[in-house]
């Protein structure tokens, strides 16, 4: 039927415009990154998403097609992000740091505003072995659950372009070190003895915290730790007082200039 040919050839037209405008906006995309870079400004800016979103609702406002076209530019959204991560890191990110010094808090912020894959190293083990850390630790003992977590490392240097959640005792083992250095660039992430107890006081997840929550023993725990996390970090943030969005700007633009 010549309508029916008509109107796919019409249809096959809009996708090669289609093709092509999202080239074009790619290619956008890169250059307003260079363009930041360039300059030394503000990497993520979170509040830019928001304002985009608001000003397509108002343009596409009683478009019959309106939900399914919103649905198509949250994944353009999506990969514009995944595009601005690959170009400022060609390598995995692996954050390292004691307890609450916010290794998780910042993965997910970063997930969100760079479109990164998130490896939480405690997480993944507790689906792999089917219960809580504290369980693991309570039926098995932490050695198991430390080669548990060389195991991961291990299993991880496949991966690309994906930020890598540590427990807090991975850089503790100089085997771990050695093998989350082979695709990665390591982030420790600090904090004061009084802001860790701060953000770790009413969570009965770590193990070892359990019945030590005060100040003097996370300080003499951080002390032991200390030299290790140092040596294993390629660069340090300090994250007392600093929001997320703050600390994840910090280590951006730290591992930038280690890149150079
Ligand atoms: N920069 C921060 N400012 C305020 N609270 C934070 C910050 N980073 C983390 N937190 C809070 O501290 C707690 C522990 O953070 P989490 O990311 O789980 O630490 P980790 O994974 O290093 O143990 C969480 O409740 C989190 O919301
Ligand atoms: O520091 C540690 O030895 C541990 C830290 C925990 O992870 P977080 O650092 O994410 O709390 C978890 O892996 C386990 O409780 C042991
Ligand atoms: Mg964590």
């Given at each position: 039927m010549k309508e029916l040919d008509l109107l796919r050839q019409e249809l096959l037209s809009c996708d090669t415009q289609l093709a092509d405008i999202l080239m074009k906006r790619f290619d956008v995309v890169e250059k307003i990154m260079a363009l930041k870079e360039k300059n030394q400004m503000q990497i993520l800016q979170p509040e830019q998403e928001s304002r985009q979103i608001e000003a397509l609702d108002i343009e596409l406002?009683?478009?019959?097609h309106q939900e399914e076209i919103a649905d198509i530019y949250a994944r353009v959204l999506y990969n514009s992000k995944k595009i601005q991560g690959k170009k400022l890191f060609d390598y995995n990110i692996v954050l390292i740091g004691f307890?609450?010094?916010?290794k998780s808090t910042i993965s997910a912020f970063l997930r969100d505003a760079l479109a990164m894959d998130v490896v939480e190293m405690d997480q993944v083990i507790a689906e792999q072995q089917g219960m809580s850390i504290s369980e693991i630790f309570e039926t098995y003992g932490e050695e198991y659950f430390r080669n548990l977590e060389t195991q991961l490392l291990i299993d991880m240097q496949?991966?690309?372009n994906v930020i890598i959640s540590c427990?807090?005792?991975?850089?503790?083992r100089e085997r771990n070190v050695a093998e989350m250095k082979k695709n990665g660039k390591v982030v420790l992430l600090k904090a004061d003895p009084q802001t860790i107890l701060d953000r770790v006081k009413d969570s009965d997840e770590r193990p070892l915290l359990n019945g030590h929550k005060n100040v003097e023993y996370i300080a003499d725990l951080m002390e032991a730790r200390r030299a290790k996390y140092e040596a294993a970090a390629d660069i340090v943030v300090q994250t007392d007082g600093k929001s997320a969005l703050e600390i994840c700007e910090e280590m951006i633009h730290k591992l930038r200039r280690a890149d150079e």
């Open positions: 406002k009683g478009n019959v307890m609450g010094a916010g496949s991966k690309q427990g807090g005792g991975v850089a503790m």
